[in-house]
C-alpha cells in the first residue's frame, strides 16, 4: 500500500484531519493479508467535501484466484446509486453484511460494509470487502427457469392449462404424475391400458400407484431425485423411471414413466437361446469331423500302404483344419472366426500329425491384432494354412534334422497378406508342377478369397505369401 498515495487522496478530496487520516493508514497496512485471508477484494472508501459522494483511497486484491475488477479504482468515486450500502455506513454508521451489489464493471457482489471511526467516535471511512457470485447468481436463474419448467409440465400433462392431453397421450409409455403420498393424480391413455391389463379399473385417479402397477416392496419411488428400476408383473416385464417434483421447494410428488420391456427381453432370450444352439451345431460338427478323422487313422493303421499314408495324412489334416474352424465357432456362437486364434489351432494340428518324429521341427506365429472373418471364407482360410504349413513339413526339410515355420498375418491399408516363411531348402518351381496342395491354395485364393497367391524361395527357405482384400476381415 502506497501511504503517499492515500495521504494525498484523502488530503485533496476529504475533510479528514491529519489524524483521521494516519489511522486510515494503519488500517490500510493490513488491507493485503485481509483481501488473500478471505479471497476478497477489499476497499476503503471516505466520503469527499461534497458529502453526497465517496471515494477509494486504498484497495487490496487476492494474490490467488480470480480477478473481480480489470483495473484499479483507487481514487474512483463511489455514487449512491451504485452502493448504497457504502453511503449509509458513512451517514448513519450502520454495517452492512452480504448484501447484493452491482460494481461499476457491472459484476454482481457479495458486499459487506463496516464503518471505520477514529478515537472520538466519528465515522471516518467505510471498509467494503466484496466476492464475486455472477456464476452463483446464474446458477440459481437456471434453477429458477428449472422450476418453471417442471411447473409447467406438470400443468401441461395434467391438462390443467387447456383441458387437452394431446402431448402425453402421443408419448409410447404409461406416464403417471403422482402425489407426495404416492396417489395417482394423473394418467395419459397408455397408462390407463396397463392399469387395466393389471387387473384394476380405468377409474385410476387417487389409487396408490404402489398397490396399482404391482410393484416390488423394494421399489421406493421417491428414493432418488431420478430413479431406474425394471420389474416383472404377471409375466411382463417393465421398466420404471421416476422424476421427483418439487414446488416452491418442497417436495410435491413425482413423474413417472412405465415402459413395456417383455418384447426385448423375449427377443433377447430367443437369441441367446439361437447363439447356444449355433454353438452346439458347430460343437456337434467338430466332433463329427474328429470322428471321421478318427475313422481315416484307423483306416492309416489296418489297411493303407506306406505309399498311401501321406495322401491319407494329407485328408486327414485337411478335416481336422476345418474342425479346428467349427471348435473356434462352438466357443462363440458367432458367425465370425478370430483367424489368429484359428491358425494358431490349425498350424499347431498340422506340425503335429505330419511333421516327422525323427525331425524336430518348430512353428512360430507372428503377433497379430483381434481380426475376425466370416465363417465360410474362415474354413477356405484354414485350408489355405494347412496346405501351406503341410507343404514346408513335406518338402522343405528334406535335407535338414530341424527347421522352422513361421506364420504371421499383416493387416495392411486395403489388404491382409497371410505369410507362410520356413527356413529349408528353398522352393523349386517344378515343385509346383505336381503339388496339389499348392493348386488347392491357388484356388481358394482366387475364388473364396479374391486374392492373390506367391511363393518364391532362395537358399534361406521359401516365403509363401497369400494377399487378399481386406474388406474380407472385420476388425473388433
Sequence with gaps: MNRHHLFSICNKYTNLTEADIRKLEQIAEGLQMTADLAQASVFIDCLTTEHNQ???????HPKAGPVLYQDFVTGQIVYKSYEPAVMNAHLYGKPTYCNRAITQEGKVVKQSVIPIENDSGKVIGTMVMERDISEQIIHEQQLEVLSDIAHQLSETLSGSQSGETAISDIIEDGLFIVSANGQIVYANSYAINLLVDLG????CLGLSIHNALK????IDLFAEPIYFKEFTVNNKTFTLKSMILREENRFSGAVIL???MTELREKERQLLVKSTVIKEIHHRVKNNLQTVASLLRLQMRKDVTDESKSSFQECLNRILSIASVHEVLSNTGLDNVEVTEMIKKVGTVVTR?????RKDIKI???DCDPLFIKSDKAVSLALIVNELIQN???HAFKEKNSGLIQVELRRQLSSVQLI???NGIGYREKDNVTSLGLEIVGRLTEHDLHGSFNIKGGSDGTKAIVKFPGEEIIVN
Excluded: C, R
Design 54 to 60: 465517496a471515494i477509494v483511497v486504498a484497495e487490496a
Design 392 to 394: 514346408s513339413i513335406e
Design 215 to 218: 410393484l416390488p416392496d423394494e
Design 258 to 260: 412405465i415402459h413395456d
Design 364 to 366: 512360430a506365429f507372428g
Design 420 to 422: 507362410v516363411n520356413d
Design 200 to 203: 384394476n379399473s380405468d377409474e
Design 353 to 357: 500329425n505330419s511333421a516327422d518324429s
